[in-house]
Protein backbone atom coordinates (compact mmCIF):
# COMPACT_ATOMS: atom_id res chain seq x y z
CA UNK A 1 0.00 0.00 0.00
CA UNK A 2 1.10 3.71 -0.91
CA UNK A 3 2.83 5.30 1.78
CA UNK A 4 0.28 8.13 3.08
CA UNK A 5 2.99 10.63 3.26
CA UNK A 6 4.40 10.68 0.02
CA UNK A 7 0.80 10.59 -1.28
CA UNK A 8 0.28 13.66 0.71
CA UNK A 9 3.69 15.60 -0.90
CA UNK A 10 2.71 14.82 -4.37
CA UNK A 11 -1.33 15.95 -4.04
CA UNK A 12 0.25 19.23 -2.10
CA UNK A 13 3.17 19.35 -5.41
CA UNK A 14 0.79 19.76 -7.76
CA UNK A 15 -1.93 22.03 -6.16
CA UNK A 16 1.30 24.60 -5.64
CA UNK A 17 2.82 23.72 -8.97
CA UNK A 18 0.67 26.11 -10.93
CA UNK A 19 1.53 29.19 -8.38
CA UNK A 20 4.52 28.48 -8.56
CA UNK A 21 5.47 29.01 -12.55
CA UNK A 22 3.60 32.07 -12.30
CA UNK A 23 5.50 33.59 -10.11
CA UNK A 24 8.87 32.47 -11.90
CA UNK A 25 7.85 33.72 -15.04
CA UNK A 26 6.69 37.62 -14.17
CA UNK A 27 9.13 39.49 -15.00
CA UNK A 28 11.74 42.29 -12.92
CA UNK A 29 9.77 45.26 -14.81
CA UNK A 30 6.01 44.11 -14.33
CA UNK A 31 5.08 45.86 -10.76
CA UNK A 32 1.83 46.65 -9.83
CA UNK A 33 1.75 50.05 -11.33
CA UNK A 34 3.35 48.42 -14.66
CA UNK A 35 0.74 46.23 -15.11
CA UNK A 36 -2.37 48.70 -14.02
CA UNK A 37 -1.15 50.47 -16.54
CA UNK A 38 -0.33 47.85 -19.59
CA UNK A 39 -3.96 46.28 -18.68
CA UNK A 40 -5.87 49.67 -19.07
CA UNK A 41 -3.62 50.53 -22.28
CA UNK A 42 -4.57 47.32 -23.98
CA UNK A 43 -8.53 48.17 -22.57
CA UNK A 44 -8.62 51.26 -24.60
CA UNK A 45 -9.65 51.64 -28.27
CA UNK A 46 -7.59 52.43 -30.70
CA UNK A 47 -8.03 55.34 -33.25
CA UNK A 48 -6.92 56.59 -36.17
CA UNK A 49 -3.63 57.99 -36.91
CA UNK A 50 -2.53 58.12 -33.08
CA UNK A 51 0.72 59.61 -32.14
CA UNK A 52 2.08 57.70 -29.28
CA UNK A 53 4.57 59.07 -26.57
CA UNK A 54 6.26 56.14 -25.30
CA UNK A 55 8.04 55.81 -22.10
CA UNK A 56 8.96 55.61 -18.81
CA UNK A 57 7.81 57.89 -15.81
CA UNK A 58 9.70 61.13 -18.00
CA UNK A 59 6.84 60.57 -20.24
CA UNK A 60 4.39 59.32 -17.84
CA UNK A 61 4.19 62.61 -16.27
CA UNK A 62 2.93 65.23 -19.02
CA UNK A 63 -0.39 66.05 -20.37
CA UNK A 64 0.41 65.38 -23.87
CA UNK A 65 -2.96 65.70 -25.60
CA UNK A 66 -3.74 69.02 -23.43
CA UNK A 67 -0.20 70.28 -24.10
CA UNK A 68 -0.18 70.07 -28.16
CA UNK A 69 -3.91 70.47 -28.02
CA UNK A 70 -4.33 66.92 -30.39
CA UNK A 71 -6.59 64.43 -29.26
CA UNK A 72 -4.57 61.84 -31.44
CA UNK A 73 -2.10 61.80 -29.30
CA UNK A 74 -1.44 58.80 -26.57
CA UNK A 75 0.44 58.93 -23.06
CA UNK A 76 2.12 55.41 -23.28
CA UNK A 77 4.43 56.05 -20.41
CA UNK A 78 4.60 53.84 -17.46
CA UNK A 79 6.52 54.91 -14.44
CA UNK A 80 9.96 52.92 -13.62
CA UNK A 81 9.86 51.18 -17.11
CA UNK A 82 12.38 49.87 -18.65
CA UNK A 83 13.66 48.96 -22.35
CA UNK A 84 12.90 44.80 -21.83
CA UNK A 85 9.10 46.54 -20.38
CA UNK A 86 8.65 48.39 -23.31
CA UNK A 87 9.16 45.16 -25.87
CA UNK A 88 7.24 42.99 -23.76
CA UNK A 89 3.98 45.65 -23.99
CA UNK A 90 5.10 46.44 -27.42
CA UNK A 91 1.72 44.79 -29.46
CA UNK A 92 -0.13 47.13 -28.07
CA UNK A 93 1.51 50.48 -29.60
CA UNK A 94 1.71 48.72 -32.75
CA UNK A 95 -1.89 47.13 -32.90
CA UNK A 96 -3.10 50.70 -33.89
CA UNK A 97 -0.99 51.55 -36.45
CA UNK A 98 0.11 54.76 -35.52
CA UNK A 99 1.21 57.86 -37.34
CA UNK A 100 4.20 58.73 -35.02
CA UNK A 101 5.74 57.30 -32.20
CA UNK A 102 8.21 59.47 -30.00
CA UNK A 103 10.57 57.00 -27.88
CA UNK A 104 12.12 58.29 -24.42
CA UNK A 105 13.54 55.28 -22.32
CA UNK A 106 16.53 53.62 -20.83
CA UNK A 107 18.02 55.79 -17.85
CA UNK A 108 15.95 52.99 -15.64
CA UNK A 109 17.70 50.30 -16.88
CA UNK A 110 21.18 51.94 -16.72
CA UNK A 111 19.96 52.57 -12.88
CA UNK A 112 19.52 49.42 -12.39
CA UNK A 113 22.75 47.98 -13.68
CA UNK A 114 21.30 46.79 -17.00
CA UNK A 115 24.87 47.49 -19.15
CA UNK A 116 24.82 50.39 -21.98
CA UNK A 117 25.05 47.42 -24.99
CA UNK A 118 21.97 46.25 -23.87
CA UNK A 119 20.34 49.33 -23.09
CA UNK A 120 21.54 50.96 -26.78
CA UNK A 121 20.30 47.36 -28.25
CA UNK A 122 16.95 46.91 -26.69
CA UNK A 123 16.41 50.23 -28.22
CA UNK A 124 16.80 49.64 -31.52
CA UNK A 125 14.88 46.48 -30.92
CA UNK A 126 12.09 48.24 -30.51
CA UNK A 127 12.28 50.55 -32.90
CA UNK A 128 12.92 47.64 -35.91
CA UNK A 129 9.60 45.87 -34.39
CA UNK A 130 7.50 49.05 -34.61
CA UNK A 131 8.81 49.22 -38.10
CA UNK A 132 8.49 45.54 -38.60
CA UNK A 133 4.58 45.56 -37.52
CA UNK A 134 3.16 49.21 -38.24
CA UNK A 135 5.92 49.95 -41.73
CA UNK A 136 4.01 53.50 -42.13
CA UNK A 137 4.69 54.81 -38.90
CA UNK A 138 7.64 57.44 -38.56
CA UNK A 139 9.26 56.74 -35.31
CA UNK A 140 11.61 59.29 -33.21
CA UNK A 141 14.24 58.43 -30.88
CA UNK A 142 14.70 60.97 -27.96
CA UNK A 143 18.26 60.75 -26.58
CA UNK A 144 18.02 60.43 -22.99
CA UNK A 145 17.96 63.26 -20.44
CA UNK A 146 20.69 64.30 -18.28
CA UNK A 147 20.53 64.05 -14.29
CA UNK A 148 21.13 66.20 -11.63
CA UNK A 149 23.16 64.82 -8.45
CA UNK A 150 22.59 67.97 -6.47
CA UNK A 151 19.23 67.26 -5.52
CA UNK A 152 20.23 64.41 -3.47
CA UNK A 153 18.05 61.82 -5.09
CA UNK A 154 17.82 58.97 -7.75
CA UNK A 155 21.63 58.13 -6.71
CA UNK A 156 21.94 55.08 -9.11
CA UNK A 157 20.73 57.08 -11.52
CA UNK A 158 22.83 60.68 -11.47
CA UNK A 159 25.82 58.26 -11.86
CA UNK A 160 25.44 57.07 -15.28
CA UNK A 161 26.26 60.03 -17.10
CA UNK A 162 29.01 58.57 -19.18
CA UNK A 163 26.84 56.02 -19.76
CA UNK A 164 23.75 57.45 -21.21
CA UNK A 165 26.24 59.72 -22.89
CA UNK A 166 27.62 56.72 -25.30
CA UNK A 167 23.75 55.53 -25.84
CA UNK A 168 22.81 59.18 -27.11
CA UNK A 169 25.81 59.17 -29.53
CA UNK A 170 25.34 55.46 -30.57
CA UNK A 171 21.80 56.42 -31.64
CA UNK A 172 22.15 59.87 -32.87
CA UNK A 173 24.48 57.64 -35.27
CA UNK A 174 22.34 54.40 -35.46
CA UNK A 175 19.67 56.39 -36.29
CA UNK A 176 20.84 58.56 -39.14
CA UNK A 177 22.13 55.12 -40.76
CA UNK A 178 18.82 53.66 -40.75
CA UNK A 179 16.83 56.77 -41.50
CA UNK A 180 15.22 56.81 -38.32
CA UNK A 181 13.95 59.59 -36.69
CA UNK A 182 16.34 61.49 -33.36
CA UNK A 183 15.71 64.57 -31.34
CA UNK A 184 18.31 65.70 -29.28
CA UNK A 185 16.61 66.57 -26.12
CA UNK A 186 19.87 65.93 -24.12
CA UNK A 187 21.97 69.29 -25.23
CA UNK A 188 18.65 71.80 -24.84
CA UNK A 189 18.31 70.32 -21.31
CA UNK A 190 21.48 70.01 -19.72
CA UNK A 191 23.77 72.85 -17.54
CA UNK A 192 25.87 74.85 -19.89
CA UNK A 193 28.90 73.92 -17.39
CA UNK A 194 28.91 70.37 -17.05
CA UNK A 195 26.38 67.65 -18.15
CA UNK A 196 23.67 67.41 -15.64
CA UNK A 197 20.35 68.76 -16.14
CA UNK A 198 19.71 72.39 -15.81
CA UNK A 199 17.89 73.32 -12.35
CA UNK A 200 15.23 75.30 -14.04
CA UNK A 201 13.62 72.13 -15.48
CA UNK A 202 13.41 69.63 -12.66
CA UNK A 203 13.11 69.71 -8.88
CA UNK A 204 14.52 66.40 -8.30
CA UNK A 205 17.05 66.01 -10.51
CA UNK A 206 15.35 63.27 -13.08
CA UNK A 207 11.60 64.35 -13.46
CA UNK A 208 10.28 67.48 -15.46
CA UNK A 209 8.61 70.48 -14.11
CA UNK A 210 6.20 72.00 -15.82
CA UNK A 211 9.13 74.38 -17.69
CA UNK A 212 10.88 71.02 -18.52
CA UNK A 213 7.34 70.00 -20.53
CA UNK A 214 6.89 73.00 -22.41
CA UNK A 215 10.62 72.85 -23.72
CA UNK A 216 10.33 69.52 -24.61
CA UNK A 217 7.37 70.51 -26.96
CA UNK A 218 8.68 73.27 -28.11
CA UNK A 219 12.13 70.91 -29.00
CA UNK A 220 9.49 68.56 -31.18
CA UNK A 221 6.64 71.02 -31.93
CA UNK A 222 7.96 70.91 -35.73
CA UNK A 223 7.64 67.17 -36.50
CA UNK A 224 4.82 66.27 -34.74
Known amino acids: MPNLKVITFIFFAFCF ?8 TKKAFQ ?17 KKEIIFLGNSITDGSEWAELFQNKRIKNRGISGD ?27 DLARGISKDTVFANICQIVKLIEE ?17 DFGKFQNHCTKTDELLWINEQLSDWCEQ ?8 FSNFKNAGNNWMNPLYTNDGLHLTGDGYLLWAKLIQKVL
Open 17 to 24: LPQIKAQD
Open 31 to 47: STYYEQRRTLFESLPNT
Open 82 to 108: VTEGVLFRLNEVTESKPAKVFLLIGIN
Open 133 to 149: HSPKTKVYVQSILPVNP
Open 178 to 185: NSVGFIDL
